[in-house]
């Protein structure tokens, strides 16, 4: 009776000696490190023991009443089907099945499990989970590893956005990984999809110790349906987070106590010292512009909708340059707000969810995300009152305040999240210096130029130190998440942008009349007049003018626009030598910036910079 068992720990990676010492229930099985964490974990019973009464009345309270609040999304699915496969499965990627593990449980349970064992944990007044990511409250890209594998070292994008790291250094990270889960009294396990398109979707798993990393992920992948949950089988890819638990900073390659790290060829996302939500959605992403591309297909940090007519426009930027806003349009049709996939067929959407900044959110300004807010939602590092009324412009524990939902949620969304070829892609950027126009029609060489570019900027007091506008360059619009070079995207996206005959415009959401602290932000009101005027057809058919240094073509007029605001020479409230002074400045910075990828680019993207 004891060898099936011996042999399912074997593929834990356990040792003879700690099989003997687990059988025979001794903590002793477990590394060292593992059993103090385990030793000093206050039990749930402690921890409720420890903390003011009314945190816990209130979680009784709503414990009490969450069977009786919305149900969840008919999509979502029982706690824990009773599939044998699925428990080998689990023990091959190391961690131990049992009766802890809840897979695919439902938003109701996850609620219940969070509130009763997750510290700051609450209901807001809307309904949805409030959740605290602990120290981290955003990605941390420079732990960010790839392990460098002979099947894939040629294909990666090495430098400092792909920093290597060895097949041993990343054996430690899981087998920490994997100790640290299988000391848990509770686990979670999600399993769905990433992308749309059945042709090209990959199955993922993730494996955490947070209720609300598993609400998270629950929202942000594609829900499997009780038939496809139980034909799973072996996933595509594994996400083990063990964030709770720190990396050891001395093992090779390591930098600090967190480490994101991804095997490519293990088919393994291992995540430490990190309690941050948008790794596993981030990391799911990069496995997705691995994969893509190697199949032809190519993959986009972008946003997208279409409109009555079945016309699809693609929106790429950076944070806070308006993706996610100004793709919320209540005309047309919502597949997806951040990952896409350009395929022969059209496009379609990586997730089945939306993550978006709350950050001074409101009603008025951004009704459809507002309202999506609600039972089932994750609201991540929101400052909150008694009563789970959230103050959404409060930036007390971080300015990066965000929801994930559904995307059934939205109500104009489009599901199954696909569509045709796109008609038209907008290159947003919020220029802080105040001399980009707010919108440019460009050139095929200008498209492949601003797109490998991927600027933007951040303003002062965003970051410690930054106390003047700082240019941003992201290539792709995606810097942080891409594992090819730049350029293979930039050519299959002029490849596909000259077949389908698409149009390209430049869109500035950011500031007029002067530099940051002097003009002002362009009007969300005037950048969506923009957009209607692209998607109506009125800018194709305009009249244009040429812009200054950077050689754009900008329209003369645009309806609800004002044509001082169309042209950022006339907008400037400073002195003539000012302005010019600034905009040299930036086509500097543009000039500076692309030379690294110049040795890769046309002569005639290079002439499609700006003009010193």
């Known amino acids: 009776m004891m ?21 025979a229930g001794s903590s002793n099985a477990l590394p060292a490190s593992t059993r103090a964490i385990s030793a000093h974990r206050p039990s749930p019973s402690r921890w409720r023991s420890a903390l003011p009464s009314r945190r816990y009345s209130h979680a009784a309270t709503a414990r009490s009443t969450i069977d009786h609040a919305k149900p969840p999304h008919p999509r979502s699915l029982p706690e824990r089907p009773a599939v044998h496969s ?47 990511s602990g120290k981290k409250t955003g990605r941390s890209p420079r732990d960010k590893r790839v392990v460098e594998e002979s099947s894939t070292v040629d294909d990666v994008w090495w430098g400092p956005v792909n920093k290597k790291l060895s097949g041993r250094s990343f054996a430690v990270n899981h087998q920490t990984a994997v100790d640290y889960l299988n000391t848990r009294d509770s686990l979670y396990v999600f399993d769905g999809f990433a992308g749309w398109d059945p042709k090209h979707r990959i199955k993922v798993r993730v494996i955490c110790a947070r209720a609300y990393h598993a609400l998270f992920m629950n929202n942000m992948l594609i829900r499997p349906t009780p038939a496809e949950l139980e034909d799973f089988g072996e996933p595509d890819f594994t996400i083990i987070n063990a ?164 995307i059934e949620y939205i109500p104009n969304a489009k599901v199954p999240c696909t569509g045709g070829h796109p008609n038209n892609i907008v290159l947003l950027t919020c220029d802080a210096f105040g001399v980009l126009p707010p919108v440019a029609k460009l050139t095929p060489a200008q498209a492949m130029y601003h797109f490998i570019s991927g600027y933007t900027a951040k303003i002062a007091g965003t970051e410690e130190g930054v106390t003047e506008p700082v240019a941003t360059f992201s290539a ?99 002195t003539t030598d000012e302005f010019a002074q600034t905009i040299s400045k930036l086509a500097g910075l543009f000039h500076t910036n692309f030379e690294q990828y110049a040795s890769q680019a046309t002569p005639e993207i290079i002439s499609a910079g700006p003009q010193i």
């Open 3 to 23: 060898l099936p068992l011996r042999r399912t720990l074997a593929t834990c990676g356990l040792t003879h000696t700690r099989q003997r010492l687990l059988l």
């Open 86 to 132: 699925f428990d080998s499965s689990l023990a091959h990627s190391g961690v131990l099945p049992g009766a802890r593990v809840r897979r695919n449980a439902s938003a109701s349970q996850l609620y219940e499990c969070a509130l009763r064992d997750e510290l700051g944990s609450a209901i807001s007044s809307a309904g949805a989970l409030i959740a605290r």
């Open 243 to 406: 964030g709770q638990f720190p990396a050891n900073r001395f093992t090779e390659g390591m930098g600090s106590p967190t480490s994101v790290a991804i095997s490519f060829e293990r088919k393994q996302m291992v995540i430490l010292g990190t309690e941050y939500a948008g790794e596993m959605k981030k990391g799911v992403f990069t496995v997705m512009h691995y994969l893509m591309p190697k199949a032809g297909a190519l993959s986009l940090h972008s946003s997208c909708n279409e409109g009555p007519e079945g016309d699809v426009s693609l929106f790429f930027g950076l944070s806070g340059t308006g993706k996610t806003t100004l793709s919320a349009d209540p005309q047309r049709l919502l597949i997806g707000d951040d990952e896409h996939v350009w395929t022969d067929r059209g496009v379609f959407n990586i997730e089945g969810g939306c993550y978006a900044k709350t950050i001074d959110l409101s009603a008025d300004k951004e009704p459809e995300i507002f309202s999506a807010i609600r039972f089932g939602s994750v609201l991540e590092n929101v400052v909150h009152d008694k009563n789970g009324i959230v103050d959404y412009s409060d930036k007390s524990i971080t300015e990066n305040t965000r929801c994930a939902y559904p």
């Open 476 to 574: 792709c619009f995606g810097q942080p998440f891409l594992v090819w070079h730049p350029v293979k995207y930039a050519q299959m996206l002029a490849q596909k942008m000259q077949q389908h005959d698409v149009n390209v415009w430049l869109v500035n959401t950011g500031w007029s009349g002067g530099v940051y602290g002097v003009g002002k932000r362009i009007s969300l009101r005037h950048s969506r007049a923009i957009i209607d005027a692209i998607h109506s057809g009125e800018l194709e058919k305009a009249e244009y003018t040429s812009y200054g240094a950077f050689n754009l073509q900008i329209p003369t007029r645009v309806s609800n626009v004002p044509d001082k605001v169309l042209d950022p020479s006339q907008a400037w409230e400073g």
